[in-house]
Structure formats: structure tokens, C-alpha cells
């Protein structure tokens, strides 16, 4: 293993360099930007969709994410592994601010989607959430109707005016997810009806109904079997043409099946970020190894 | 490890002799559980029995069958003929003579005032009634059925016992004698007391009904449900999905739980004090009596209905916000609809509640002896409950079959409220 600069020393003797986002005056972060960071490998990436700069969050007392800076690419799949409890979820939920409905979260840190800070106070996060879509870990689709539950996000943003225009979101977005072919003759049944898989490529349908343009997916495969997982795997690749995703798992092959890139967290920091091929191969920092090595975690 | 034969042997021993003592306990918990639901069921039979044994001859009522002279003589004497002159005729010597014409024999006052008393004292309205809806009845003969006296009634169905001392009974040989021939031709009758159900009180047992006080029951709980649905499914969604959560907010679920648990007459004093000396609202009317059930019943719904938040999946909510809908939008169409069922089922449960109360409706004055059946909020009237407690007061024996009738009456009201709820809340039931 082989350790390129000084910033990364083993986590306990790490020095305390100072750390601070630069950044220019309007917010914006500039182009070739210096990044003081302890993390291995590559954070940043050329023209970010979103960008993630000295990010803390805590709950209450508990400091779940230290310091995390990392871009997310357009039009690429980038995989946030770590062991269970090091804030895959809790990093991923600041990306759409769904931690601002948990009471006693605090997010710190700057985070900007197409360069503007998403925690500013004129972002609104309904607004944000439109561009920002979720799948989340366990499917939850909406106990109503399939068209219903694809139709409710181009509803409450007010994004048709016809119902022929909500119909053909609802087919392509169903199209896009996978789904059309299984369902369209029962679109009126039940979304929880279906089964497991469905219900999660229902929840993608429901998300890219939007049209969003980073989809944040947690775990989305943890629920389904192997054949449900590759269905989902293989939509996620075809996404990847239109959206940016960041998806959190559980599943080494799958991390490195579906992204370009991986994020390393452990304890709440990011340790390592790079080509999902190099991270896999090579990692360069030891606690990587260990894990994807299956030493612990 | 190497297994021995004889500790596997022990070992199974021992299990099988457990099992022999668990299964025996679980027959036990099972039998206990059996035994407490059939007791529990036997006394809600012997309730039903009891009650609907006394209280379904109050549907019927004693009528005696009098052969009427409208005589214009009597009825109207300045010969005018205008309705206003034929209402004030002497409807009660009408009555009197057709009895008379039933026993002709009678001659002394007192025995004739004994006679007098078969009929109701209702029987020459029922008359004039009739002369003002046919007027060409005037000078014509035709066989009435009136109402019998309450006394007459009690005899036939059997609760006044002939072998009873006359002053106890409260009827006189005489009359018993007048009332078996009355029978015996025929001219006694037991039918359906539509009286019961159309009327409001009265002090003559057998003129009282119900109607004033369903009609004021059911203005009471339109009332309290109006008011109390609403505000308690708003506090609880607001206490539960936007309060935030700190001293206050624990202060204020606190008072809630105990307001729950304050006994019903302290609202009625509150209600007393607030709505009818301060806001000087009247007395003894559904408006204020649905007010302060409302108070009583808010407690209730506001807990059931957090409950019903409560066990609404956190996931739907996040899917939702996911979505980027706002909050509001997420409660919405996604959470209440949810919810709702459970909101309604403690909205039952408080309903329920609130029509078997009496004692604050005692406190605002709800009690009082009222004839007339309410038409407005406003309208001074009692409840079915505070009724039965009124009748079951009274001293005159055909009260109390009339107890048990509004009983009847209070609980067929009670399944009738609860089959409309359990019905509105299954087409609100989701069932996927
Ligand atoms: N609402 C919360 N309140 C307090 N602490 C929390 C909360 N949510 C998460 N945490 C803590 O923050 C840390 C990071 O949690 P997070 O859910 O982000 O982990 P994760 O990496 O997603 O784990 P997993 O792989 O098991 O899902 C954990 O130690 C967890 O206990
Ligand atoms: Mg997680």
C-alpha cells in the first residue's frame, strides 16, 4: 500500500490541518479549487452537479459526519460504502435535506447543487427535493393506485396541466423504471400490491417522474433477491445517461457493478474516494483495504 | 464435543416433562379467559333481557273504543261554525257522556268521577283534533279509540296487581269490574304507542314520549361532533407532526391526558360558569349542552387520534417529503387519509360517550320538564339520558316501563350511531 501525501496518515495520528472550503465570493466554488481535506484520492470531479465541502452533521451530541468533502458527477454512479453506522445515510440525507425533519440533526458545511448552496435560506427545499429525487432502503410506495403513485410528484409540482400529459409521464417514467410491461394493465391496483422489486422500480418511477437530476437511492437492493436486484442494477446503469446517482450499499459487487466511482466512509469521515475500479483494485488507504478485503465491517 | 447417549435421554425427559407443565398452563389462561368472556357476556344478557322485558310493553299502549255524539249543542253553541269557535267546544263533556254511555248504571258523582278516569285526560284534544280536521263530523256519531288512563294500562299489561289493596293500587274494584266488561266487549285494546315516539314529556305517563328528548340528544351531539371532530384532529395533528417537542409541549400532553381522566360533572360546572354566566348563553339547550360535551369528548379524540398519527409508518411520511411535497401536502394526502380511520373510531368512542352523559347536562340546566320536542339549538330541551333518569323518578308505575323503553330507545339510538360510524370508517379504510 502505498501512501502518496501527508494527509493520509493513519486516522488517530492525523495532524489537525486547518479546514476550510474555498470558495469565492458568491458562494460558488471556483473551478480548480484547493481542497484541504483528509481524504484519499479524488473528491473533486470537473463541472459537480452537487458539491459537498467541510460537511458536519450532528445529532444532539453525536458528531455522525466529520468534515466531508466530495463532488458528485453528472451523468455517473457514485457509491457511498462504509460499515453499518459510519453515516452513509446520514451524509446522503444532506444532499436533499431530508435531515432537516429530524429534530436534533444539525448540518454544517457548505453543499451547493449547480453551485448554489442548497442550505441557503432562499432554497426552498420542496423546490430542492424536485431536483433532488430519493429511493430509500425499504420500498414505500404510496398505499394508492401505481398511477397514482407516479402521478403525485408532476401533481404537487404543478408540472402538467392535462391529464394526457400526466398520462405520458406516468408511461415513460414507468418505461424508464422498467415497469411498463408488468403493470400497465393495472395501473388502477394497488402499489403495494406488487411485489417487492416492483414496488421499489415503482418507487424509481416515482422519483424520475419528476424528472429530477441527482436521484439519491439508500441501499434500494437491501429488500429485494438477486434477480430483483439485478433488474434494479440494470435500470440504475441506464439512468445513469440522464441523472446523476449517488447510492449508498451494502453489496461490494454491487458497488462495483453499477458506479464510476466509490466513497470510502468510516466513523463518520470520508476516508477514500476514487474510479470504483482503482478503489477496488487498489486501494490506497489501509482502513479501504480492510474493509473490502473483509476484515471488518 | 462428543454427544453421551444418556444425557441426550435426560435431556429429552426433562423437555418432555415441561412441555407437560407449559401446555397444562396454557389450558388454564385459555379456560380463565373463556370463563371471563362468558361472564362478561352473561351480564350484558342479563342487562339486554332485563331491560328489554320491561321495556317493550311501553311500545304499546292501553286505548278504550267510546261511541262519540258530536253533539253541536255542546260543541258549538252560538252555532257559528268557525273553526275558532269549534276548538273552544266542551270536548270533555263530549268524552264524559260517551263513557257514561258505557255504563249506564252509574249514578252517584263519586262512581261517576271513577268512570271519568278510564280515559286519559288527552281524550277530548284527541276529539277537538278531529273536529278540526273534518269539521262534517259535527252532529255526527262514530266509534273513537282514545287513550286509557295510565291506571287502566297497568291493569291490562299486568304491573298493577288486582290482589293489591285499592289504595296501593290506585285503582278501584269499580273500575277493575268497568275494565274487565270494556274488555269483554271488546272496547280495550293494546296498540302501537306511536305516542311514545312521536311526543315529548308529559306528567301523565301515558301521554309522555320520547321524541323531545332523542331530538334533543341528537341536536346535542351534532353539536359536540361538529365542534369536538375537527378541533381535536387538528390538535392532534398539530401537536404531533409540527409542535416542536419541548417543556411545553409535555406540559400541554400532560393536561391533556388528565383532562381525560376529570370527571364529567366538573365540565358541566365549567360549562355553567363559562357558557351560561359569562357568555350568557341560555339554559337547558342543546347549543350549550353540546359545548360542553364538546370539552368532555375533546380529550378523548385528541389522544386517539395521535395514537392513529403515531402508527402511521414513518416511511410514507418520508416518501412523500422525498417527493417534495410539503409538509402540510404530505398530512394531507397521505398521513390523515391513513390516520383516519383510527381518528374516527376515538370520535366514536367520545360520541358514545358523550350520549350516555347526564351529570354535566344536569349542571346547565338540561333537566327541566319539557313538553314540547326542540326544533332549534336554541330550543330548551333534555337528553335520552337525563330522561330516563326523570322518569325513573317519577312515582307513577307506568313510568317505569316507560324507563325501561328509553333505555331501549337510548341504546337502538347508540347502534344505530355506531353502524353509520363503523360504516363511514370502512369506506375511508384503505385496504392495500
Ligand atoms: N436520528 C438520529 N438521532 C441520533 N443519532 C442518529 C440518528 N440517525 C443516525 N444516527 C447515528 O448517526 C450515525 C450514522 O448513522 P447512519 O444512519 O448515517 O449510518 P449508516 O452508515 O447509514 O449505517 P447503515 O449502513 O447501518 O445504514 C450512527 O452512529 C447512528 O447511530
Ligand atoms: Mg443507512
Known amino acids: 500500500m502505498s501512501f502518496s ?8 495520528s492525523r495532524p489537525e490541518v486547518p479546514r476550510t472550503v474555498v470558495a469565492n465570493a458568491s458562494g460558488e466554488m471556483a473551478a480548480g479549487e484547493e481542497i484541504k481535506t483528509a481524504t484519499v484520492g479524488q473528491v473533486t470531479v470537473a463541472n459537480p452537479v452537487m458539491s459537498a465541502r467541510t460537511v458536519n452533521v450532528h445529532y444532539g451530541e453525536k458528531h455522525a459526519i466529520k468534515d466531508v468533502s466530495i463532488d458528485v458527477a453528472n451523468n455517473s454512479v457514485i457509491a457511498f460504502i462504509g460499515p453499518s453506522g459510519c453515516g452513509k445515510s446520514t451524509f446522503l440525507r444532506c444532499l436533499n435535506r431530508m435531515n432537516d425533519t429530524i429534530e436534533n440533526a444539525r448540518v454544517e458545511g457548505l453543499i451547493t447543487l449547480d453551485g448554489n448552496d442548497i442550505y441557503d435560506r432562499r432554497q426552498d427545499v420542496v423546490q430542492l427535493r424536485a431536483r433532488v429525487g430519493m429511493v430509500f432502503q425499504k420500498p414505500n410506495p404510496f398505499p394508492k393506485s401505481i398511477y397514482e403513485n407516479v402521478a403525485y410528484g408532476p401533481r404537487i409540482h404543478g408540472l402538467v396541466t392535462s391529464r394526457a400529459d400526466l ?13 411498463w410491461e408488468e403493470v400497465k394493465d393495472r395501473l388502477d391496483g394497488p402499489g403495494t400490491g406488487l411485489s417487492g422489486g416492483q414496488q421499489q422500480r415503482l418507487c424509481i418511477a416515482r422519483a424520475i417522474a419528476v424528472d429530477p437530476e441527482v436521484i439519491l437511492m439508500d441501499e434500494p437492493c437491501s429488500a429485494l433477491d438477486p434477480i430483483a436486484t439485478a433488474k434494479v442494477e440494470d435500470l440504475i446503469d441506464e439512468l445513469r445517461e440522464n441523472y446523476a446517482i449517488v447510492i449508498v450499499t451494502h453489496n461490494m459487487q454491487q458497488a462495483a457493478r453499477v458506479s464510476q466511482r466509490t466513497a470510502y466512509f468510516h466513523l463518520g469521515e470520508l476516508i477514500e474516494v476514487g474510479p470504483t475500479d482503482q478503489i477496488f483494485t487498489n486501494p490506497r488507504h489501509r482502513l479501504t483495504e480492510d474493509y473490502i478485503t473483509g476484515r471488518f465491517g | 464435543m462428543s454427544r453421551s447417549a444418556s444425557a441426550d435421554e435426560q435431556r429429552r425427559a426433562r423437555v418432555a416433562a415441561s412441555l407437560k407443565r407449559r401446555y397444562g398452563a396454557e389450558r388454564r ?13 352473561g351480564f350484558v344478557a342479563l342487562l339486554f333481557v332485563s331491560i328489554f322485558s320491561k321495556g317493550y310493553s311501553a311500545f304499546e299502549q292501553t286505548y278504550v273504543r267510546v261511541d262519540v255524539n258530536y253533539d253541536p249543542e255542546v260543541l258549538d253553541p252560538a252555532g257559528t261554525r268557525k273553526p275558532e269557535d269549534l276548538a273552544d267546544g266542551d270536548y270533555g263533556a263530549i268524552v264524559k257522556a260517551a263513557l257514561r254511555a258505557t255504563a249506564p248504571e252509574v249514578e252517584s258523582r263519586a262512581e261517576l268521577k271513577q268512570l271519568y278516569a278510564l280515559a286519559s285526560n288527552s281524550a277530548p284534544r284527541a276529539l277537538q283534533a278531529r273536529i278540526a280536521a273534518d269539521p262534517t263530523l259535527l252532529g255526527r256519531r262514530e266509534s273513537v279509540w282514545v287513550l286509557a288512563s295510565d291506571h287502566v294500562d297497568q291493569i291490562v299489561k299486568g304491573y298493577i296487581r288486582r290482589d293489591e289493596s285499592e289504595e296501593s293500587r290506585g285503582v278501584t274494584d269499580l273500575q277493575i269490574k268497568w275494565i274487565d266488561a270494556l274488555r269483554a266487549k271488546g272496547a280495550l285494546e293494546r296498540r302501537f304507542n306511536r305516542q311514545f315516539f312521536s311526543g315529548g314529556d308529559s306528567r301523565e305517563p301515558e301521554q309522555a314520549g320520547v321524541a323531545g328528548a332523542v331530538v334533543g340528544s341528537f341536536f346535542t351531539l351534532l353539536v359536540t361532533l361538529l365542534l369536538s371532530f375537527p378541533i381535536g384532529v ?28 376529570v370527571p364529567s360533572i366538573v365540565f358541566g360546572l365549567l360549562g355553567l360558569a363559562v357558557f351560561v354566566q359569562f357568555f350568557g348563553l341560555p339554559r337547558s339547550v342543546p347549543l350549550v349542552g353540546g359545548l360542553v360535551l364538546t370539552l ?23 416518501a412523500a417529503l422525498g417527493m417534495g411535497a410539503s409538509r402540510v401536502q404530505a398530512i394531507v394526502h397521505h398521513v390523515l387519509p391513513l390516520a383516519m380511520p383510527g381518528m374516527m373510531t376515538g370520535g366514536i368512542l367520545g360520541m358514545a360517550r358523550a350520549l350516555g352523559e347526564s351529570a354535566p347536562l344536569l349542571l346547565i340546566g338540561m333537566v327541566a320538564f319539557i313538553v314540547d320536542v326542540p326544533r332549534r339549538l336554541t330550543d330548551p330541551s333534555t337528553v335520552l339520558p337525563v330522561q330516563v333518569y326523570l322518569w325513573a323518578r317519577s312515582s307513577e308505575r307506568a313510568f317505569v316501563e316507560r324507563t325501561s323503553g328509553a333505555i331501549i330507545v337510548l341504546l337502538v339510538f347508540l347502534l344505530v350511531m355506531n353502524g353509520l360510524a363503523v360504516l363511514l370508517r370502512s369506506r375511508f379504510e384503505r385496504r392495500w
Not at chain 1, 501525501?5 to 488517530?12: A, E, P, R, V
Not at chain 2, 385459555?30 to 357476556?41: E, I, K, S, T
Open chain 2, 29 to 41: 389462561f385459555r379456560l380463565y379467559g373463556q370463563l371471563a368472556v362468558l361472564v362478561g357476556l
Open chain 2, 234 to 261: 387538528a390538535a392532534a395533528v398539530y401537536l404531533e407532526e409540527f409542535a416542536p417537542k419541548n417543556r411545553y409541549t409535555d406540559f400541554i400532553e400532560v393536561n391533556i391526558n388528565n383532562l381525560a381522566a
Open chain 1, 167 to 179: 398520462d405520458e409521464i406516468v408511461q415513460t417514467s414507468l418505461r424508464k423504471a422498467g415497469l
Open chain 1, 5 to 12: 501525501n501527508d494527509t493520509t496518515l493513519k486516522l488517530d
Open chain 2, 296 to 318: 368532555m369528548t375533546l380529550p378523548t379524540i385528541i389522544i386517539a387520534s395521535r395514537a392513529a398519527l403515531k402508527a402511521v409508518p414513518p416511511s410514507i411520511r418520508e
